[in-house]
């Protein structure tokens, strides 16, 4: 049975994961429960964990935060009550030794007793933000995935993980530059303020038009190319070390809890 | 041989710690290195890190964690280059199985190969912060330490580690309140925003004038009772968690790093 996505809009987050259990609903979540918390996923056996856990501490930008569980745990607490990482997320990608094995609805027959989730701030909060600041997003505008580059800017390492900034384009124009600072510095659990402004050479970035993950995107007279990090950054630290086994959601299949992005910005 | 004191204020953080490392100085740090980040230590043995770790990521105002190393190191990085965590705090505490067994000037014969070092953040960076917004501060007016009382709000539990939220008051009159909070809601790395503020018998605080840790200080007339997290958290939870053995610094006697305040601040 497949639900009208209107009536879906209007349902509270307990809602949503209660039919995302069900299998009712396993398609992308960006618009549902809006002005809550959704989160990427990663999932890992104890014995990689402690290294992941300091790769995210150590690059916060690419990598926050927002929950880690203990080894075997499943239940949420706080961030999501009642919810279980086995089955409240729409699509879930199983990884073995970095190649992408399986796509799947529900991962209760794959659950290990010692996997840790991780869940990690995803953007939406601050692209939500940004549009209430009268800040323009192209890819909205143009109906394209954020553009997505790989520079040369080292993340810190730790044990397995390691790699380069991913970083996405948004192109803003010069007089709301700063505003875009500002907005975005208030959302740390979701990347917060840009890494980088203008200049995409010297980060290693040779042209624009050619991103190495999504759309590229159209940037207009007056605007500078403004650059934050990506979440796809610990989904490439995390394929480069080949884990036996890693479960991670599918993109834009995300986690949504309830707890408010406003509750989680700063000042 | 004894350094004079003033001659020590004006040395550099890696001065500092090669100084600290020699066995010459062994006091307390407040006042050395000013505008640097002091750090909190706690090592402790791989099978209890995990837990230690996720206890301060779910308790980020008590125990905002500055960095972690991976089992076994003790080379700080790019927090303190060419630091060493076995030589360059002024003192250690020894404690086994929750009791004090020992304080040191080195723990270098004591390091094993699995432990895990975990630097907190320290109040001294917002109280600096406060001091130069013109914000009195009762405790060092009156050179005292600042009184700490424990809480009946709860922290969140992670495996072995659990206890109460420890609180700092200082005393600030009505019309500072909300600078207070803005200034020290930018350095989330030590202690953030104010937890709570007015009304201590909402926190569990019957006696204001009768602190668990240090000392009383004097409220006068217009002025409200301004709550912080405390960096006596942790060192609370650890005891009553009672690992077979703990390293930390001996209170006051922190790691000097290479790293600015300000280059830690948010906004």
């Known amino acids: 049975m497949r639900l009208r996505v209107e009536k879906v809009r209007t349902l509270s987050p307990a809602e949503l994961r209660l039919l995302i259990r069900r299998g009712e609903w396993d398609r992308p979540t960006p618009g549902l429960a809006p002005g809550y918390a959704q989160a990427n996923v990663v999932i890992l056996p104890a014995r990689y964990a402690v290294d992941f856990f300091l790769f995210c501490q150590r690059n916060p930008k690419p990598c926050p935060l927002l929950e880690v569980l203990e080894a075997g745990a499943y239940e949420i607490g706080s961030f999501a009550p009642g919810a279980d990482i086995r089955t409240d997320v729409p699509r879930y990608n199983i990884f073995r030794r970095g190649n992408l094995e399986d ?91 840009p890494v980088h402004i203008g200049a995409p050479d010297r980060i290693g970035i040779r042209d624009l038009s050619r991103p190495d993950f999504g759309e590229a995107v159209g940037i207009r007279a007056g605007e500078v190319p403004v650059f934050w990090a990506c979440g796809v950054t610990p989904q490439v630290a995390l394929l480069d070390a080949k884990p036996d086994i890693c479960v991670t959601h599918t993109p834009g299949h995300m986690f949504i809890s309830d707890t408010l992005n406003e509750e989680l910005a700063t000042s």
Chains 1, 2 share one sequence.
């Open 103 to 193: 796509t799947r609805k529900d991962i209760g027959e794959l659950w290990q007793e010692d996997f840790v989730t991780f869940l990690l701030g995803c953007s939406f909060a601050f692209e939500e933000a940004l549009l209430k600041a009268q800040i323009p997003i192209r890819h909205i505008e143009e109906a394209k995935n954020v553009p997505m580059y790989i520079t040369d800017i080292p993340c810190r390492e730790a044990g397995i993980f390691r790699g380069p900034l991913v970083v996405t384009l948004r192109p803003i124009p010069y007089e709301k530059v700063a505003r875009a600072v500002q907005v975005t510095a208030r959302y740390p659990f979701v990347h917060g303020a």
